[in-house]
Structure formats: structure tokens, C-alpha cells
């Protein structure tokens, strides 16, 4: 199936910024300082791909086409997602620290493990499970709604300063610069 491909390729991609989210935890967790932008510009990036872009695209149009009904705490993960995230910018900006660490590791548990088990779950479907028409609607809806370039060279720049690496899974930057601008790679 080419939407499962995508969906654990998306996937990939959310680690690598729950990556370099635990690097600045850590960081401060050591008594070090951080650059507050960094931690800004990785939320961004983890709002903007993995629940603006990747979450939405599962719940109106991958989930709705899953023959289990093991999504409905999906998507009950993907609320308490988003409020999670809300409440760990409200402690950045209020530069409530000790929050913020707590805040960032209950959602890096959290979204880790949402991750995992959308993985087994696609993975344990037969080969079938969608149709070839499904399957092309999904990726369909994946290349209509490119993430930009510039979040992903922010990803890269975070990934080098903080010395997190890409995941083995992820994708080579041609091909995430080629999902960025919209066009699917095989």
C-alpha cells in the first residue's frame, strides 16, 4: 500500500522532531541554557507536519477508510495531543521551565507511543485492506496538502545543532523536499 508507505515515512519525520524536542529537554534538565527560538521553531514544526498536516489527513481520510474501530482512541490521542502542545507553549512563553520539561516529556511519551501503535496497526492489516482506488484517493489527499520546504530545513538545522539523527526509516532529502513541494515520490 503507497498511504501506508507515507503514513510511516510521516512518521519518521514526527520522531525526528520529538528528537530534537527530548535534546532540548535534556538540555535543560542538565541545567543548561537553550535557545527559547529553537524550542519554538521544533513545536512549530511538530504542530504544523504532525497535527496540522499528518493528523488531519488520518482522521478525515485514512481513518474513515480503516476497517477496525480502534480509532476512536486515535483520535481521542490526537486531542489530547493538541492540548498537551498548547500547554507546553503556554509554559515557553511564560518561561515556566520545570513546566515546559514536563509538559515536553509527557507529550514525547505520549506521541511516541500514539506512533508505535498506528504502526503495528497498519502493519497487522492484510495487504488488501484497501482498494487500489482507496489507496490512490489516500495519497491523493497526502500530495494535495504539501508541508513548505522551510520546515524541513528547519528540522535539518535542529538535527545538526542538537545531534539528533534521522531515524534509519526516514526518507532521503530529495524525497522530503519532493513531498514538501507536493509531488509523491515512489
Known amino acids: 500500500m503507497k ?6 515515512q510521516d512518521h519518521a519525520t514526527i520522531r ?11 538540555k535543560l534538565e542538565q541545567g543548561e541554557r537553550i535557545e527559547i527560538a ?9 504542530r504544523i507536519f504532525g497535527l496540522d498536516y499528518h493528523q488531519s489527513i488520518e482522521q478525515h481520510v485514512l481513518f474513515p477508510a480503516l476497517p477496525e474501530s480502534r480509532i476512536e482512541d486515535l483520535v ?12 507546553i507553549d503556554e509554559a515557553l ?10 509538559r515536553s516529556r509527557g507529550f514525547i511519551a505520549l506521541l511516541r507511543n500514539h506512533l508505535n501503535r498506528e504502526d503495528v496497526i497498519l502493519r497487522n492489516f492484510p495487504e488488501d485492506w484497501l482498494s487500489v482506488e482507496q489507496d490512490e484517493a489516500v495519497v491523493s ?35 522530503e523536499l519532493a513531498r514538501a513541494r507536493g509531488s509523491v515520490m515512489g
Not at 16 to 26: K, P
Not at 76 to 87: M, P, Y
Not at 154 to 168: D, F, M, N, Q, V
Request: with cysteine; proline share 6%; hydrophobic share 35%.
Open 38 to 46: 529553537d524550542a519554538i521553531t521544533v513545536l512549530k514544526f511538530i
Open 93 to 102: 512563553s511564560t518561561k515556566r521551565g520545570l513546566e515546559f520539561v514536563r
Open 141 to 175: 489527499e497526502f500530495a494535495k496538502r504539501p508541508m513548505p520546504p522551510e520546515q524541513y530545513r528547519s528540522l535539518s538545522r535542529l538535527e545538526w545543532k542538537y545531534g539528533t539523527r534521522p531515524h534509519a526509516k526516514t526518507e532521503i532529502p530529495g524525497q
Open 16 to 26: 525526528r522532531g520529538l528528537d530534537i524536542l527530548e535534546s532540548i529537554v535534556a
Open 3 to 8: 498511504c501506508t508507505e507515507l503514513v510511516f
Open 76 to 87: 481521542f490521542e490526537h486531542d489530547e495531543h493538541r492540548s498537551l502542545i498548547n500547554a
